[in-house]
């Protein structure tokens, strides 16, 4: 199911051909720095550059022999190279080469999500342009409150995207960090210049420090902005399920042709799209506290971080890749009901202009507290007898003392409640709204 949602290449960045590709590119960066310091001579470095390879199924059959991976890649790559194998992996350690193609893989999938993200924020704002007049019952608590308008819902999530595009992209360049300092981070074996020069080729940046790892507070920080972000396509998610449902009707998702919503009930049309982004967001929160509880690890390091990662580095990324790809195309085919939002902002028969009827007799000089008994006792017969607010209050001979007919009319403007909104669009999108 996800695999139709999810481009080939997110799934192909964690696959064992290009896992390895990654672990063959920090060594030979290592060899081409160590070369240039002089440390490898320049016809051996020549022959591993022309010759260096691996083969995935030698790499597993060789591991089932010797129980370690690094192991195994490396006698795989000897194999191809020859005697000037010797100098690869000269110096380093297992972590020199998983840490540093670790980040390219995240940074990799970072990018990808970037672009993602980004193609919803330009479907947010067309649609927010769209429906920038369209106007709609706010609602708190689940309870009509005062007009707003549909497309300020809109840029509500675009503005809450954009800073998680910020978020993302600053978490991008936290784990675009390598590091080839040994078994302890001491440079014991090889200089923090190769180090620097190896990085660089990378296209990374060396840790100022490290011990046999780069620290996991950079994961914790690259896995929790991916739950951040699955918050906000939940948050999204969320609100187009309820407005879907058959007692509010105002948007629904599309619903293609031959779809099915229920084996049992054909007049159904269900938003499985938005519930399926609601679960799995569920899973990458729950993968963000797994990459916080790999910043505590043995002294100068243990191993209990790397299963852990093995599975959410690949998982969270997929799936982020996923909900963003399907949220984007449920946003683009969001059918709108227009006249179904008005008919609900008028099912509570004018309640909603509560607010604005108080600070007009406010306005006239009655206390506060007095008013809004006056109106209160207006509003409760409207929930009670079903009648309609306006027509209370121009019955209501107290009010009649202090506001008159034309008055009271003017407090049932919508414009009274969306006169700012090009005001906050300008905000949101600046001139470009």
Same mark, same amino acid.
């Given at each position: 199911?996800?695999?139709?949602?999810?481009?080939?290449?997110?799934?192909?960045?964690?696959?064992?051909?290009?896992?390895?590709?990654?672990?063959?590119?920090?060594?030979?960066?290592?060899?081409?720095?160590?070369?240039?310091? +002089?440390?490898?001579?320049?016809?051996?470095?020549?022959?591993?550059?022309?010759?260096?390879?691996?083969?995935?199924?030698?790499?597993?059959?060789?591991?089932?022999?010797?129980?370690?991976?690094?192991?195994?890649?490396?006698?795989? *790559?000897? $194999?191809?190279?020859?005697?000037?194998?010797?100098?690869?992996?000269?110096?380093?350690?297992?972590?020199?080469?998983?840490?540093?193609?670790?980040?390219?893989?995240?940074?990799?999938?970072?990018?990808?999500?970037?672009?993602?993200?980004?193609?919803?924020?330009?479907?947010?704002?067309?649609?927010?342009?769209?429906?920038?007049?369209?106007?709609?019952?706010?609602?708190?608590?689940?309870?009509?409150?005062?007009?707003?308008?549909?497309?300020?819902?809109?840029?509500?999530?675009?503005?809450?995207?954009?800073?998680?595009?910020?978020?993302?992209?600053?978490? #991008?360049?936290?784990?675009?960090?390598?590091?080839?300092?040994?078994?302890?981070?001491?440079?014991?074996?090889?200089?923090? +210049?190769?180090?620097?020069?190896?990085?660089?080729?990378?296209?990374?940046?060396?840790?100022?420090?490290?011990?046999?790892?780069?620290?996991?507070?950079?994961?914790?920080?690259?896995?929790?902005?991916?739950?951040?972000?699955?918050?906000?396509?939940?948050?999204?998610?969320?609100?187009?399920?309820?407005?879907?449902?058959?007692? *509010?009707?105002?948007?629904?998702?599309?619903?293609?042709?031959?779809?099915?919503?229920?084996?049992?009930?054909?007049? #159904?049309?269900?938003?499985?799209?938005?519930?399926?982004?609601?679960?799995?967001?569920?899973?990458?929160?729950?993968?963000?506290?797994?990459?916080?509880?790999?910043?505590?690890?043995?002294?100068?390091?243990?191993?209990?971080?790397?299963?852990?990662?093995?599975?959410?580095?690949?998982?969270?990324?997929?799936?982020?890749?996923?909900?963003? #790809?399907?949220?984007?195309?449920?946003?683009? +085919?969001?059918?709108?009901?227009?006249?179904?939002?008005? $008919?609900?902002?008028?099912?509570?028969? +004018?309640?909603?202009?509560?607010?604005?009827?108080?600070?007009?007799?406010?306005?006239?000089?009655?206390?506060?507290?007095?008013?809004? *008994?006056?109106?209160?006792?207006?509003?409760? #017969?409207?929930?009670?007898?079903?009648?309609?607010?306006?027509?209370?209050?121009?019955?209501?001979?107290?009010?009649?003392?202090?506001?008159?007919?034309?008055?009271?009319?003017?407090? @049932?403007?919508?414009?009274?409640?969306?006169?700012?909104?090009?005001?906050? @669009?300008?905000?949101? @999108?600046?001139?470009?709204?």
């Amino acid at each position: 199911m996800i695999s139709r949602y999810t481009r080939p290449e997110m799934g192909r960045i964690w696959e064992d051909q290009n896992r390895y590709a990654k672990w063959l590119e920090v060594e030979l960066a290592a060899c081409e720095a160590m070369a240039e310091e +002089g440390l490898i001579p320049r016809d051996a470095l020549q022959t591993i550059l022309e010759k260096a390879d691996f083969s995935v199924d030698r790499i597993l059959e060789i591991e089932a022999q010797t129980k370690h991976d690094v192991i195994a890649f490396l006698t795989n *790559v000897e $194999e191809y190279v020859g005697p000037d194998s010797r100098f690869i992996h000269m110096g380093l350690t297992s972590s020199d080469v998983l840490d540093t193609s670790l980040a390219l893989l995240l940074k990799e999938a970072m990018e990808m999500i970037i672009g993602d993200v980004r193609d919803i924020m330009a479907v947010l704002k067309k649609r927010a342009m769209e429906h920038k007049k369209t106007v709609m019952i706010g609602r708190s608590h689940g309870i009509h409150a005062e007009p707003i308008t549909f497309g300020l819902k809109l840029a509500l999530w675009y503005a809450e995207m954009e800073r998680n595009l910020t978020r993302l992209t600053d978490a #991008k360049d936290v784990i675009s960090c390598g590091k080839l300092s040994g078994a302890v981070g001491t440079f014991a074996n090889v200089s923090p +210049g190769v180090e620097a020069l190896a990085c660089e080729k990378l296209g990374l940046k060396p840790a100022p420090i490290s011990n046999q790892i780069v620290q996991r507070d950079r994961h914790a920080q690259y896995f929790t902005s991916l739950a951040v972000l699955a918050g906000t396509l939940e948050k999204i998610a969320v609100e187009i399920r309820h407005l879907q449902r058959t007692e *509010v009707l105002e948007a629904e998702e599309p619903f293609s042709k031959g779809q099915k919503g229920s084996s049992a009930m054909p007049h #159904k049309k269900n938003p499985i799209g938005s519930e399926n982004i609601s679960g799995l967001a569920r899973l990458v929160r729950s993968n963000s506290l797994a990459a916080m509880e790999n910043m505590a690890l043995w002294h100068e390091r243990d191993i209990s971080h790397s299963s852990v990662e093995r599975v959410i580095g690949p998982d969270s990324t997929i799936l982020a890749d996923y909900m963003l #790809k399907r949220l984007t195309r449920l946003l683009k +085919g969001l059918v709108v009901h227009p006249e179904r939002m008005m $008919e609900n902002l008028n099912r509570t028969r +004018g309640l909603i202009f509560s607010q604005q009827f108080l600070l007009a007799l406010a306005r006239k000089g009655i206390e506060r507290q007095k008013a809004y *008994v006056m109106v209160q006792r207006n509003a409760m #017969k409207v929930w009670e007898e079903k009648r309609d607010f306006k027509d209370l209050l121009l019955k209501d001979p107290e009010i009649g003392r202090y506001l008159n007919a034309q008055e009271i009319g003017a407090v @049932f403007d919508l414009g009274y409640h969306l006169k700012h909104v090009d005001d906050i @669009f300008e905000r949101v @999108f600046g001139n470009r709204s």
